[in-house]
Nanobody, 122 residues
Framework: QVQLVESGGGLVQAGDSLRLSCAAS????????MGWFRQAPGKEREFVAA????????NYADSVKGRFTISRDNAKNTVYLQMNSLKPEDTAVYYC???????????????WGQGTQVTVSS
């Protein structure tokens, strides 16, 4: 089992950048594929980005492609989400998630963090 803790959220202006981090407990971080999701007020949680166990494969939602970058550092047990050119519609609670089976194209995850708020003002 892995525990996930997100950090790095905050209030920024449109066009700004922000980097989210998700620290994982345990010694087998490389055994988990990781993903980022977000949930805006009144909306369902949606997929943002995913990364494979080694970090060699990534995929993104169309809405963030070209602006967001997911990466991981297995030595630091951390996954990141670099968010550039932020828009007001990116405002949401961002969650990281992990799973120790399947591939990075799967949207099913077993472990979730508590979330971090990102607010983008216009």
């Amino acid at each position: 089992q892995v525990q996930l803790v997100e950090s790095g959220g905050g209030l920024v202006q449109a066009g700004d950048s922000l980097r989210l981090s998700c620290a994982a407990s345990g010694r087998t971080f490389s055994s988990y594929r990781m993903g980022w999701f977000r949930q805006a007020p009144g909306k369902e949680r949606e997929f943002v980005a995913a990364i494979s166990y080694s970090g060699g494969s990534t995929n993104y939602a169309d809405s963030v492609k070209g602006r967001f970058t997911i990466s991981r550092d297995n030595a630091k047990n951390t996954v990141y989400l670099q968010m550039n050119s932020l828009k007001p519609e990116d405002t949401a609670v961002y969650y990281c998630a992990g799973a120790n089976s399947g591939n990075s194209l799967s949207r099913r995850y077993d472990y979730w963090g508590q979330g971090t708020q990102v607010t983008v003002s216009s």
